[in-house]
């Protein structure tokens, strides 16, 4: 008796699992985009900061240049742009690196969705058994 | 209505004066050593079992281990993991310092420029150092960008040197912006509650989401920072 309830028990576990498995697994490939698009705002707050830092920096130097050797507006201007072209630089790499993660995610959800897949028809055998017993 | 900015005040706890130097505890530091002395208990108490099978607090403890050791072997690589105690200790203490900011008359010491931008630039300078200690002279190559005309060279070093410099200031504004700005808005939305009267309900409800936004931004910035960290590494050791 006991160990026909052990067992009862133990379908209704799996039971229960295979329904959070398809829970789970319905909406794949919508997790992950999801939760990027949160993230969006930082993202574009961490891009921001990237351009204004490496200007700041160039116009600082720019002004300590002019007021050391005294040649005023020359060198802030020079180093203006400068700081502009190494915030555009800053901006590409972080944006290059936001595209490589993201493409990282898309393998990895590639790679788990064969593996669901093949789990699938384990789930679909499981369940048409649950009501016959 | 209470003063949005008031919370960032520092006040002098403890006068101390050594030698004309004012090395006073003030709030700031206060949280500064609460936080060293909450991340020690956090890790020290619950490896103190050391159990094979761990138990919640054990497993949240290998967790932030397994956590920071993991961003830095895929960031860095093995060579990495030379820098592991200073890459954890950096991300317990800021992660530990936005959480301990978030609790009621709490003092947020990450929402300060000048300790994020201390912690940004022993990271700059740390980095730097390791770069010529494992490159020697050949460090300064990473300024020269590869299969570019040595006459635009004129042009991208330079640039490729003021965006080195940036990293300090784009790594410790990131930072102090986000805990400032989250601190303000909390605040703000926490005046508006009792002069509302009944109608306060809703600049509450804001203020409780608001508390879990923060509680995400205080571990996305940790982990920001850190990941970061793991960049700078990974540029110094392995030249692109």
Request: net charge negative; charged share 15%.
């Amino acid at each position: 008796m006991p160990d026909d309830k052990d067992q009862s028990s133990h379908d209704d576990f799996d039971a229960r699992l295979a329904k959070a498995r398809h829970a789970r697994h319905g909406p794949a490939g919508q997790e992950p985009v999801s939760e990027s698009s949160k993230a969006g705002v930082s993202q574009a707050f961490r891009i921001g900061i990237d351009l204004i830092s490496a200007l700041l920096v160039g116009t600082f130097i720019g002004w300590f240049l002019d007021d050391w050797l005294g040649t005023k507006p020359w060198f802030l201007l020079i180093f203006l742009l400068l700081g502009g072209a190494a915030g555009m630089l800053n901006v590409y790499r972080t944006a290059m690196r936001m595209v490589e993660e993201v493409e990282e995610e898309i393998h990895a959800v590639d790679k788990k969705a064969p593996k669901s897949a093949q789990k699938e028809p384990d789930t679909a055998d499981l369940d048409p058994k649950q009501p016959e017993k | 209505m209470a003063n949005p900015i008031e919370q960032f005040e520092i006040k002098t706890l403890v006068d101390i004066n050594l030698g004309g130097i004012d090395a006073s505890l003030t709030n700031a530091g206060a949280f500064m050593v609460m936080t060293v002395i909450s991340v020690t208990m956090f890790l020290v108490m619950g490896m103190n079992k050391r159990a094979l099978v761990p138990g919640r607090w054990q497993s949240m403890a290998e967790l932030s281990y397994e956590f920071v050791a993991g961003l830095l072997k895929d960031n860095v690589g093995a060579e990495g993991r030379k820098y592991f105690p200073f890459v954890f200790t950096l991300f317990m203490f800021i992660f530990f310092a936005n959480l301990l900011g978030l609790m009621p008359y709490a003092f947020t010491f990450t929402s300060h420029i000048i300790v994020t931008f201390v912690l940004a630039m022993v990271v700059f300078i740390g980095v730097t150092v390791i770069g010529f200690a494992v490159h020697g002279m050949k460090f300064l190559t990473f300024f020269v960008p590869s299969g570019v005309p040595s006459v635009v060279l004129i042009l991208m070093v330079p640039i490729e040197i003021i965006s080195y410099l940036s990293r300090p200031i784009s790594l410790s504004v990131r930072l102090f912006a986000n805990m400032t700005a989250g601190h303000i808005l909390m605040k703000v939305f926490a005046s508006f509650i009792l002069p509302l009267g009944i109608l306060g309900i809703a600049p509450f409800v804001v203020d409780v989401a608001l508390v879990g936004f923060e509680l995400l931004v205080a571990f996305l910035q940790a982990y920001v920072f850190t990941v970061l960290t793991c960049l700078y590494l990974n540029d110094a050791i392995h030249l692109h």
